[in-house]
């Protein structure tokens, strides 16, 4: 009994934090205060009292539709808590089962590195870190926008978590995260904006000083294959047209959830050659 509570309790904080999630994800791209005001509802702009406004036990007793205006309550919400809870469950689990002691081996694999390093505050700074992401994928994807306050809150986790690494391990993992940003700076360059966003490549800049080398090489190569793929069954599917621009950033973000529970194992598959 004892043994599911922790799970369960990491389940629960995950579907709250990402009630917390959907709100700001809904304020930040219209400029609203994430400090003022109760939650309400996008239709009628009745406040939303806190008996419904429990993470998805409301959605579910409320039928998916506003108490007030019986207008259905988009499904953003109830996606964006259990996607957090689930998220949460995993970094939970692969820092409590999937870990070794070793730093070579833990080298690549984000969640081991951490919990080497940080030991049992791993896991907060690792849901936060999540939690980040999350907001990013969400604005990115109903927005095309990744909020700058949020993509250097996450650098600074990142590289802060590394400084605790050794030295020669920090500057490489530097060194890539600067070096990839640049590509990606390069691209918005050369394709004026319409391929490659200014966010996309803070969001590189952040998540290259985490993953490191050769994770940064995984992570990036997953993101290009995961959106092209999407990409193209858009376009077969006449749900996307050419030359209108896709957001890359929820990309990044899948493509390095992929890398942080699965980058050893992705490595081995996508590039034995690599050390």
Known sequence: ???????????????????FLSSITYRIPLGKSIKKGRSFCPECKKAIAWNDNIPLLSYILLKG???????????????IEISTAILFFLIYYFYSFNCSASLDEASLQDICFWKLHLGSIAPPFLFLAISL????????????????????????????????SPADN???NLFV????????????????GKGMGLGDSK??????VSLGWPGTLVWIFLSFWIG?????????????KLGKPIAFGPFLVIGFFLTLFWGDYLK????????
């Open 268 to 275: 081995n598959l996508l590039f034995p050659f690599l050390q």
């Open 133 to 164: 992401l999350i907001t990013i994928f969400v604005t990115d994807f109903e927005h095309q926008v990744i909020p700058d306050k949020v993509v250097f809150f996450l650098f600074s986790i990142f590289l802060a978590v590394n400084l605790l």
């Open 170 to 172: 920090f500057y490489k």
């Open 65 to 79: 539709k506003c108490r007030s205006c019986r207008k259905k309550i988009s499904l953003r919400y109830p996606l």
């Open 203 to 208: 969001l590189v800049l952040s998540g290259g």
């Open 228 to 240: 092209a793929a999407l990409g193209v069954s858009l376009l077969l599917t006449g749900k996307a």
């Open 177 to 192: 995260s600067l070096a990839t940003a640049f590509v990606f700076l390069i691209l918005n360059l050369i394709t004026k």
């Open 1 to 19: 009994m004892f043994g599911a509570y922790p799970y369960l309790l990491v389940l629960v904080s995950g579907l709250i934090i990402g009630s």
